[in-house]
């Protein structure tokens, strides 16, 4: 029976070669990744928000896997597209924890899709790691056992500190708030009241808006007329952009200070050459091609030419630490279970990111690891997000 001989030797030669190259591999290529899951808006007008956060997750996991990975196993994403919208993330995020069986979720730009994982998150007992979306209710949303962590800006620091960028930088007296029509909206709402109230100030009025008004000048003539002279924002990018087309239709040169929302994506693009007149938030800014994280973006990304190709910045860099921190956190933990991470979460120390270092950035009464110290003011020019000093 030669032909069948043949068969069996070729088949027990082909079974010695796999697993001598098995065998060659590294000990964390040959176990069962450790899967995280992203859910976020992978698609529409704030696509660059989910593309920065998947390049700063990826590069973490190739600089932890190239090491040996965490408890011997690789680090895998598994990614779903939210569409900015809350029903799409709650359902790709059940399906990321009850189908995919990732360790940890992690989330995206927009708090109302971040406020629907919550729940879910806090049930099932999976840690949910936010480094982008800032609603203050995502970590401060009541829990007995809280899994929701985050690395990113909060509402109520942002509204703090850019209340008082408008008071110190531009002697505002009575500044008015055009705002989403969301829970996001809503979130700094409490927040910027609560800043003027502290420094015994008014407001000009509140203005509420839909992601898909493309004009809101009955709202803004209103803030004009109750004698607005500076105004807060609070929108992504294509509704940003609207605010500031509808501001350019009426010829009301005002200071605007705005939330992150407009780095998200083509905000200037959207907006037109007024859209450099936003001040925003940042927590990270590259302010040079120099930057080591810039030389490994390149390197991983042909694609990046130049700063203007890595907008927004802060999602990249809050990505990355985030991953460093859940990467830290199971390794403590020794166990993926989403308990004994959580608990490992609250005596990280000493894990260096590319914000800062973080020595217990979390605890049970506070599961924000950046504040208002890590905050930065920047807008566009041309393109570009750059510090306002520069």
């Keep these: 029976m030669p032909t069948r001989f043949t068969f069996t030797r070729r088949a027990a030669l082909a079974g010695a070669t796999a697993l001598s190259m098995l065998a060659s591999l590294p000990a964390s290529a040959q176990e069962e990744p450790i899967k995280i899951g992203l859910v976020a808006a992978l698609s529409g007008q704030s696509a660059k928000s989910g593309e920065a956060i998947t ?9 932890i896997n190239a090491k040996g990975g965490v408890l011997g196993r690789p680090l895998e994403l598994i990614s779903r597209d939210d569409e900015a919208n809350p029903g799409t993330g709650m359902v790709a995020a059940r399906e990321l924890v ?25 049930q099932a007992k999976v840690p949910f790691v936010g480094p982008w979306a800032a609603g203050t209710g995502i970590t401060v949303n009541g829990a007995e056992e809280n899994y929701v962590f985050r690395v990113s800006a909060v509402d109520e620091y942002v509204d703090e500190a850019i209340t ?17 029509n969301n829970p996001w909206g809503e979130s700094n709402e409490d927040g910027l009241t609560k800043a003027l109230e502290a420094r015994g ?7 509420k808006f839909e992601s898909n008004d493309v004009d809101v000048v009955p709202q803004l003539t209103r803030l004009r007329e109750n004698g607005a002279d500076g105004l807060f924002l609070v929108g992504n990018v294509g509704p940003s952009a609207q605010v500031v087309k509808s501001l350019d239709r009426m010829g009301w040169d005002v200071p605007v200070a ?7 994506g083509r905000f200037t693009e959207l907006a037109g050459p007024s859209g450099e007149k936003v001040h ?12 080591p994280m810039f030389q490994k973006l390149q390197d991983k990304y042909p694609e990046i030419q130049s ?11 809050n990505a990355y630490d985030a991953t460093l921190l859940i990467a830290a956190a199971i390794e403590a933990a020794g166990s993926t279970e989403g308990p004994a991470i959580r608990e490992a979460m609250y005596g990280i120390s000493g894990v260096e990111g590319v914000i ?21 003011f920047a807008h566009f020019v041309e393109g570009e997000i750059i510090p306002l000093e520069e």
């Design 55 to 63: 390049r700063g997750i990826e590069m973490a996991m190739d600089e």
């Design 98 to 122: 009850q189908r995919e069986d990732v360790a940890v979720l992690m989330g995206g730009l927009d708090t109302p899709v971040s406020m629907a994982i919550v729940p879910f998150a806090n």
């Design 164 to 180: 008082e960028y408008l008071v110190s930088e531009y002697g505002s007296e009575k500044p008015g708030m055009i705002l989403i």
């Design 201 to 207: 100030m008014e407001h000009a009025g509140i203005e």
């Design 258 to 264: 705005s939330h992150w929302g407009p780095s998200g």
């Design 280 to 291: 925003f938030i940042q927590t990270f800014l590259f302010t040079s091609e120099e930057h």
């Design 307 to 317: 700063l203007a190709d890595v907008t927004p910045a802060t999602g990249i860099a």
């Design 356 to 376: 800062k270092t973080y020595d217990q950035p979390f605890s049970p009464d506070n599961q924000d690891a950046l504040g208002p110290d890590d905050y930065i």
